[in-house]
């Protein structure tokens, strides 16, 4: 029988329809080649469905998307609208109801890829940052007192309780047991490093670094552990990034090292992610923002869309087919294009969605 998934789409702001439409061509044509079929609904949420009608998103809309396999994003922002308004109303609201509560950023440096790190190559850039996408600073507890005055008082929390820390380390010691170094042939160890800041945030990243090491000795002593400061873990994103295998760390730290990882990698351009529940239906997106400057246009860079579709094919089960557009990705990185950065490519949009279903063809 033919697996048929039933794929929510919303290319949202900007440049996201561009990429998105590159992503499901490619997409569709990996689904033709590995026998799936994909059978996708378009939702126009975003910055002008808000100018238009008042709402950011209509009231059944998350119940709606429940109802999917999985939800492939453009990219969310618009000129017009205030920030915050969609970023919360949209991306951060559907990560929360969905309980997208892991999100999964790779750091790797594809083939032909200029990095600004010196003398780095993808042998040295190959690693995956897993971001806690529920709880921490991003729950918005705390409040403000005596606003507008000389004593104005600002207090943002970071919440995390022993559930949520630890159903994100077992995915993390999971995840590694399966796509570590030495899984994947690249090393002689599986290993986890904890991101934190436990010479501080005493109370919080006690809690993380606990339950670390209680899960991880009891149920996963075949993974190695290892604990970072995360200023420290900036540095050696830099100067030794070959270090790193797979890294899990909480909401705000992950939201910053993984902007610093997806420069490392040749920027927003190739940078994919996926906001996963494990048990209910995922969201993968391109990191980047929705480049107002360069729509419509078709010189923006669709990889990181077309990446972020392979993870959604991973996520599904289609690791063959996740792993022929990733090779593809590859051949056009390696090969094909002079640059990530919009305009500087040296073909267009379309065309590199184009090469990229080439070479799923070919595989
Ligand atoms: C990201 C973005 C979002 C975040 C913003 C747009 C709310 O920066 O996906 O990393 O902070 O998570
Ligand atoms: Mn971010």
Redesign the pocket.
Request: net charge negative; charged share 30%.
């Given at each position: 029988m033919t697996n048929t998934y039933r794929i929510a789409v919303i290319p949202g702001d900007g440049t996201g329809l561009e990429v998105v439409n590159e992503g499901r061509k490619v997409l569709q044509v990996a689904a033709g080649k590995y026998g799936f079929n994909l059978e996708i609904t378009d939702f126009d949420f975003g910055g002008d469905y808000y100018l238009r009608t008042g709402e950011v998103l209509p009231e059944d809309a998350v119940n709606v998307l429940r109802g999917f396999d999985a939800i492939y994003l453009g990219a969310?922002?618009h000129p017009d609208v205030k920030p915050g308004i969609l970023?919360?109303g949209i991306?951060?609201r559907l990560r929360f109801e969905l309980d997208q509560y892991i999100?999964l950023r790779p750091v790797r440096l594809y083939p032909g890829v200029e990095t600004p790190l010196k003398d780095k190559t993808p042998e040295h850039i190959d690693y995956v940052v897993i971001r806690e996408n529920s709880g921490g600073i991003?729950t918005g507890t705390g409040g403000v007192s005596m606003k507008g005055t000389a004593h104005e008082v600002a207090v943002q929390d970071m919440v995390y309780n022993r559930f949520q820390v630890e159903r994100c380390l077992r995915y993390a010691f999971e995840y590694t047991r399966r796509f570590g170094k030495k899984a994947r042939g690249r090393g002689d160890a599986n290993t986890l490093g904890l991101v934190g800041k436990t010479n501080v945030l005493t109370y919080v990243f006690d809690l993380w670094e606990r339950v670390f090491h209680e899960i991880g000795e009891k149920d996963y002593p075949d993974v190695k552990r290892e604990y970072y400061h995360v200023d420290a873990t900036c540095m050696w994103m830099v100067k030794s990034p070959e270090w790193f295998d797979v890294l899990v760390t909480s909401?705000m730290f992950g939201?910053i090292i993984?902007?610093l990882g997806a420069e490392t990698q040749g920027g927003m351009g190739i940078a994919a992610?996926g906001n996963i529940n494990p048990d209910g239906v995922s969201m993968f997106?391109p990191?980047g923002?929705s480049a107002p400057k360069y729509t419509g246009k078709n010189i923006i860079n669709p990889l990181a869309a077309i990446c972020a579709g392979a993870m959604m094919l991973e996520t599904l089960g289609e690791s063959e087919a996740a792993g022929a557009v990733e090779d593809a990705v590859k051949e056009v990185t390696g090969t094909k294009i002079k640059s990530l950065s919009a305009g500087k490519m040296g073909c267009s949009t379309s065309e590199v969605g184009d090469l990229v279903v080439d070479y799923v063809r070919k595989s």
């Open positions: 969310i922002g970023e919360k991306l951060l999100n991003y909401n939201d993984t902007d992610g997106e990191i923002g």
